[in-house]
T-cell receptor, first 114, second 109 residues
Framework: DSGVTQTPKHLITATGQRVTLRCSPRSGDLSVYWYQQSLDQGLQFLIQYYNGEERAKGNILERFSAQQFPDLHSELNLSSLELGDSALYFC?????????????FGPGTRLTVL | DAKTTQPNSMESNEEEPVHLPCNHSTISGTDYIHWYRQLPSQGPEYVIHGLTSNVNNRMASLAIAEDRKSSTLILHRATLRDAAVYYCIPAGTGNQFYFGTGTSLTVIP
């Protein structure tokens, strides 16, 4: 158990819909990262937040947005969903602001878009 | 960040040592070499990282070539629980992790 929690575990929705994925970091960690893992793209970095502020952006679509709240939990919002958004979404957390600090990953949310 | 080359897959017998190679010939002088692994149906987990010297921890050892263009992750006695995809990630401080395709390790009982 990494100490990072993600909800929900599974999500099934239809194209065009909007969903919110939630992540709670390990106690004491200030950075939260979001990754997408699909069969054809592998594990891709989406975005990092550090202590409530956006720190780094990766291959995140404009239809996707994220935020980190004062209690440090984070949410990833996915809108206008397409079939290709079906994937595993992982959240990770780390103590510091560097994107290469040791990251602890949650169990993931499996999103299926029908 | 440096590009990496890892074997797509490797096999090992249980309780034998495993050497997982990684080539990163374009690594920069300040890039650390990180290794993560992803067990089936789980998120990735940290294994080890190092800069220049060989490193050991309770999970594995990391041997880094003198020119730093390659490294080897060593599992001293493979167990069935070590079956996973292993990612080698050279990355500079402040950058982000690029996971690549990794090496899928099969452990044979």
């Amino acid at each position: 158990d990494s100490g990072v929690t993600q909800t929900p575990k599974h999500l099934i929705t239809a194209t065009g819909q909007r969903v919110t994925l939630r992540c709670s970091p390990r106690s004491g960690d200030l950075s939260v990262y979001w990754y997408q893992q699909s069969l054809d793209q592998g594990l891709q970095f989406l975005i990092q937040y550090y202590n409530g502020e956006e720190r780094a952006k990766g291959n995140i679509l404009e239809r996707f947005s994220a935020q980190q709240f004062p209690d440090l939990h984070s949410e990833l919002n996915l809108s206008s969903l397409e079939l290709g958004d079906s994937a595993l979404y992982f959240c990770a957390s780390s103590v510091g602001r560097s994107g290469t600090d040791t990251q602890y990953f949650g169990p993931g949310t499996r999103l299926t878009v029908l | 960040d440096a590009k990496t080359t890892q074997p797509n897959s490797m096999e090992s017998n249980e309780e034998e040592p495993v050497h997982l190679p990684c080539n990163h010939s374009t690594i920069s002088g300040t890039d650390y070499i990180h290794w993560y692994r992803q067990l089936p149906s789980q998120g990735p987990e940290y294994v080890i990282h190092g800069l220049t010297s060989n490193v050991n921890n309770r999970m594995a050892s990391l041997a880094i070539a003198e020119d730093r263009k390659s490294s080897t992750l060593i599992l001293h006695r493979a167990t069935l629980r070590d079956a996973a995809v292993y990612y080698c990630i050279p990355a500079g401080t402040g950058n982000q992790f690029y996971f690549g395709t990794g090496t899928s390790l099969t452990v044979i009982p």
